[in-house]
């Protein structure tokens, strides 16, 4: 699971969210980078706790702002060399509030991100807001890493079997229990057990029925529960496959 424990004006302390995982089975979290400081708090806290993993990037958005882009990455490069990295991302591109003339930055850190995670052997993990078609011909033209997670899936049938095809993970937050949710339930039923993964996005993105308030880790049971009624599998099956992929994605428990 992904969390932004450093939204601590939303979140509980470290500790009292750690031990509110474990309560639901969360032996480890991972928390995301989404820009210098904040991949830097990731990797000081992955430091300090050793059931905390650590992902560094610049956020798409984050790109799109940064004055000294050059710099930022260089420091997202070296940062993911560290051995409580487990992940390069949140980066991919994010159309929803970006102007044309920021879509070239966050186009050039896209494609820094991807070399940073073939340089590391890590994992790739993608934010994609409005931006599926740029976001696949970027992984398929510019060449993707040889593991590929896709953040709060968003897409629909069609687009998980392009993932399916290409071995990219799908990992799904809370949205799915939405009852607007019908293509991404589609979508759903095309991803292969095999490439599917579960998070949290805390403290957002939270199920049903507690939509409207923060997302915690002790919430995922209900996402996990929509999944595996989706497609008619048993809870257990579908705790026991989303353990094993994670395990697979991002190196052993």
């Not at 993932?163 to 979508?187: H, P, Q």
Request: hydrophobic fraction near 40%; proline fraction near 4%; include cysteine.
């Amino acid at each position: 699971m992904d969390v932004h424990y450093d939204d601590n004006h939303i979140l509980p302390s470290v500790n009292d969210a750690l031990a509110n995982a474990a309560q639901v089975g969360v032996s480890v979290v991972m928390q995301v980078g989404c820009d210098v400081a904040s991949s830097q708090w990731a990797v000081k806290t992955a430091s300090e706790y050793s059931n905390v993993w650590a992902t560094v990037a610049l956020h798409p958005n984050a790109a799109a702002h940064d004055d000294n882009l050059h710099d930022s990455l260089a420091t997202i490069a070296e940062l993911a060399r560290l051995d409580v990295v487990r992940g390069i991302g949140e980066t991919g591109l994010d159309y929803f509030r970006t102007q044309e003339d920021q879509a070239a930055q966050q186009h050039e850190s896209f494609r820094a991100h991807i070399d940073i995670s073939k340089e590391n052997n890590k994992p790739l993990i993608i934010h994609d807001r409005d931006a599926h078609d740029d976001v696949i011909s970027t992984l398929l033209t510019y060449g993707a890493p040889d593991t590929v997670v896709f953040h709060c899936f968003s897409g629909d049938s069609d687009m998980a079997a392009i993932c399916r095809d290409n071995g990219w993970y799908m990992s799904f937050s809370g949205v799915v229990t939405f009852k607007n949710a019908i293509s991404l339930r589609e979508a759903l039923l095309v991803a292969p057990t095999e490439l599917l993964l579960v998070e949290t996005d805390s403290p957002f993105l939270t199920p049903t029925p507690f939509r409207g308030r923060p997302n915690a880790s002790r919430l995922m049971p209900f996402t996990v529960r929509t999944m595996a009624s989706t497609r008619g599998q048993s809870e257990q099956e579908m705790c026991e496959a989303l353990f094993s992929n994670a395990a697979r994605v991002f190196g052993p428990f």
